[in-house]
């Protein structure tokens, strides 16, 4: 057996499965700290099915901790980037675009360095080893206890970053964390170290969050492994996350969006995930949820690593209906659903009071919503429904037909139809998708990276960076017989010499269990 969990702002969700077969679910309130909710969840599915310790395998779990930091700007580690580029890039230096807050939030502090390399891996200059060694003892006396490091066309050539790491930790000791923009980022220098900036930032939260949920884990009598769900649907161990804690920044939509395609039987289809605030509107493709190829926003900066292509809308569970206009959110009661919805005792009309009104949902005290005008009632719902197909249809890269799986608590909200898509498939264990894509996930890894293709060498060229990402899924825990190739892009860069060309490659295996 295992155990899928998943932290969002307004529920924690939590199931038990043995394989694909769910034995118990529950749906309880995101605590205030997240992890005595999480021990809570796991008392509950005890209750509903009782376990004992040993017999669960393993424990996935996709949480909310880390980006609500970063939005949040708490609990960030003092941090400094350093860049490998001069006498290049020196226009736009690291944390240009940054909001202010979050700047002084991690009391960051920007250093340029002599070193990087073009496209096709020539050097732009040396490494500047004695201005690294400057740069430290400033760090030093800043108290910086956190480094990003990004060095230009490093996904092409990481050796620079690796030998600045070294440079680095000799003289700040092995105490200060290091993290290399070429194990965070995609092609994109900018992004890349942006990236890279708030991973390093939140480097010391990792430790005391896993730390945090292991013991809450174990004090459930559970010795199993602990995973974490990260952006592109599949899992890293603990030590992964301490490493990497970006990586977990989009688990709650993509962890929905597996789950859709576990529980429809349904590989490539659009997923509505709608929630207490937000529905979330995501393709998937093959099993997987489709990628943004574009820049992401994270707290106002920009990023490129990996992350779903997810649009949000203001409609969930608790978003507020104007009794005028009959629209619904975007402003939400969000959590305070309990307290403020009519069907509660409060005076606020959500839309979970519209969906008991009209016998679409048992939550609540019906009576309390008796006099509410069911004309209206539909029309919100109508309502709904254009804004949520407006959204699969803004998603879609193609005029052909396709399903639309709705999952999450507040799907209820959706009518059984769809404008322009018809039937909505709703399926068994809908409400708590979210744990069963977290359950259910594999382990992955990509390569992003621009190449140079020798004549006569394309085939050994691309199988080499297929190879990469195969190793990469085994080094975050894949079992090696399971690891396969399921995406693979080849894109030729116009206009540069050398037949460069930029190649991205991702692998997903089975989780490896036991020794």
Known sequence: MHIGIDVGGTNTDAVLMDGTRVLAGVKESTSPDVTSGIATAIGLLRDQHPFEGPQVDAVMIGTTHFINALVEARRLAPTAALRLGLPATAALPPMVDWPQRLVGAIEGRAYLAHGGYEFDGRPISPLGEDEIRRH???????????????????????????????????????????????EIGRIGLLERENATIINAALRELAVSIVDGLSSAVRAEGIEAPIFLSQNDGTLMNEEFVRRYPVATFASGP???????????????????DV???TADVGLLVNGFPRETTTEVQVAGIRTNFRMPDVLSIGIGGGSIVDLETGEVGPESVGYRLTQEARVFGGSTLTATDIAVALGRADIGDASLVADVDLDFARRVTERIAERVSEAVDRMRTTSDPISVVAVGGGSVLLPDEL?????????EQYAVANAIGASIAQVGGEVDKVVAVAPGERDATLDAVRQEAVDKAVAAGASPRSVEIVDFDEVPIPYLPGNATRVRAKAVGDLQMGN
């Open 419 to 427: 404008p322009l898509f018809g039937t909505v498939v709703r399926p």
């Open 254 to 272: 993509t962890n929905s969006m597996r789950g859709a395609a576990a529980t429809s039987g349904l590989a490539n289809c659009a997923v509505v």
């Open 136 to 182: 430290a003892g400033d760090m030093a006396a800043h108290g910086i206890r956190s480094v990003a490091v990004s060095s230009v066309f490093s996904p092409v050539n990481h050796d620079l970053e690796v030998r600045a790491a070294e440079l680095l930790r000799s003289e700040l000791g092995d105490d200060v964390s290091i993290s290399l923009s070429h």
């Open 275 to 277: 929630g207490g605030t």
